[in-house]
């Protein structure tokens, strides 16, 4: 066994896990939840689409010129440790490990089972429900060990597969988003979705069980809801930095992959939703299922069933990206010995140069999370809110960085006026503006899942002190400030 990681992947490796990562489940079942919420309001669509994609750009492009200055393991570690501190580093860090990463494999792997169901037509044929039937579930547990097994025993395998994936899950959006704009302008069907409107026996289902009419409601609720749906679409850029001691000249190389992949994402999005919006009528895209009977009615059944082929590649291709970082997550606070016995868990094995412990630590909180995902879709957790993973983990992350956003401006004298000043504003407002469209729609979920958090943290901070641990200074006021988190988020939910 050995502590360091090689630098084993190129540029074109770092692109595809921007892209990759971003690019896959997110796209396809959150655009049917897009429609329905804006109905024939196409413009609020792309506006979602459009804005999500350039706040994205700017947390990047910050953490892209960070990139440029600061490298150790784990690049939002290193970042975080360099603006804000040792402590500040390990929280977040440890937030990633625990919450962040295995949170969203999870989502991936049930989203990838999810579409396999559709594409042998089960959820149809056999009446089987593609979001909580047992066939969904255990074919999700099936892709997570796949991954897992793919990534600890053949990193090279996992690269070719990244970027074999990337370039497969472009196809189906492509093709989409071209050939269903120009049809639909062709044959009326854009013009007939854009004046669409809301019909009461026309009821979409949204995350969360919550029932509610096509298109129905202010153009304000539409855009936030939308808005926020966009959000975990956009998620998976960041997996790429905790490759960041893994990738040569990554100094370089980093911030090339970080910025253009971000670029290309938004760009194919947007051209998306507006082929998938022209594709077929309304009725038909913003129900589960939508995304294939469009791509059925668009190019015939055989085509559209191998295109919904290639959507199962783009998810696992996602899935694979993000068990990349998420095998990482735990060796890049174990390297700065913090967190459960890193000794352990920073052992890296000599022959495929894979933190193998990390990896196991990784795959059982995947599963975890797999089952409190679960057992909220199936209503069994809580009857008096949804506790909606994919919307409420990217708002946690986003409160996490606005203090490093903030940090750069006072922080990072050697950097110019855009870098310095204008990028880590602008990134800072797209926190903040994405934190209140969160609340808009989760209300008191917020509350709820930032205690569960704060006392996540609180754990990971009683691993700080130890035999051979270096200590963190004024780690009691970290704890104090947790636990105020807490007594306040527990007063405004009982109150609000």
């Known amino acids: 066994m050995e502590n360091q990681l090689k630098r084993k992947y190129g540029l074109l490796m770092a692109m595809c896990m921007v892209v990759g990562t971003v690019i896959g489940s997110g796209i396809f079942f959150r655009n049917e939840e897009i429609i329905t919420y804006v109905g024939g309001r196409m413009w609020i669509g792309v506006a979602a689409w459009a804005l999500g994609g350039l706040i994205t750009l700017a947390f990047a492009y910050v ?204 760009l194919v999005y947007v051209l998306y939703f507006l082929g998938i919006f022209g594709s077929e009528q309304i009725a038909v895209t913003a129900v589960p299922g939508g995304t294939r009977d469009a791509f059925i009615s668009l190019f015939s059944p055989v085509a559209g069933t191998v295109l919904v082929a290639f959507i199962v590649c783009s998810c696992l291709g996602t899935l694979n990206g993000l068990t990349v970082a998420t095998q990482r997550s735990f060796y890049a606070i174990s390297v700065r010995n913090t967190g459960p016995n890193p000794e352990v868990v920073k052992q890296v094995d000599s022959k495929t140069n894979v933190p193998n412990n990390s990896t196991l630590i990784s795959m059982f909180l995947v599963a975890v999370w797999m089952l409190v995902i679960f057992a909220n879709a199936n209503g069994t957790i809580f009857s008096w ?81 130890g035999k051979g641990k270096e200590p963190m200074k004024n780690v009691e006021y970290y704890i104090a400030g947790l636990c105020g988190i807490i007594a306040i988020s527990a007063i405004v939910l009982f109150l609000v």
């Open 385 to 465: 809110f949804s506790l909606n993973v994919t919307n409420l983990v990217p708002i946690v992350f986003n409160a996490l960085f606005f203090p490093l956003y903030i940090a750069v401006m006072i922080k990072q004298t050697d950097f110019g006026v855009f870098n310095r000043f204008i990028a880590p504003f602008l990134a800072a407002a797209g926190a903040a503006f994405f934190m209140f469209a969160v609340w808009f729609r989760e209300r008191n979920s917020i509350f709820v899942f930032m205690i569960v958090s704060a006392v996540l943290s609180i754990i990971g901070l009683l691993f700080t002190y």
């Open 63 to 266: 953490l892209a010129t960070l990139a440029t200055r600061h490298e150790k393991v784990g690049g939002l570690v290193d970042y975080s440790e360099a603006m804000l501190g040792k402590t500040y580093g390990y929280i977040l860090g440890w937030f990633m490990a625990t919450v962040f990463y295995p949170s969203m494999t999870g989502t991936l792997a049930w989203v990838s089972a999810r579409f396999t169901v559709e594409l042998f037509g089960w959820h149809t044929n056999h009446g089987v429900n593609q979001v909580l039937s047992g066939e969904t579930w255990a074919i999700a547990l099936f892709y997570l060990v796949m991954i897992y097994t793919i990534n600890g025993l053949s990193p090279k395998l996992s690269e070719k597969f990244q970027v074999s994936g990337t370039f497969i899950k472009l196809v189906p959006l492509l093709i989409m988003g071209v050939v269903g704009t120009i049809v639909g302008l062709v044959n009326g069907v854009t013009l007939e979705n854009f004046n669409f409107t809301p019909i009461a026996d026309l009821v979409g289902t949204g995350i969360g069980g919550r029932q509610f009419v096509v298109g129905d409601g202010t153009a304000i609720n539409a855009f936030f809801y939308a808005f926020v749906a966009t959000a975990f679409a956009y998620l998976g850029w960041d997996c790429v930095i905790n490759l960041n001691s893994e990738i040569r000249d990554s100094k370089k190389n980093l911030p090339r992959a970080l910025v253009a992949g971000s670029i290309i994402i938004m």
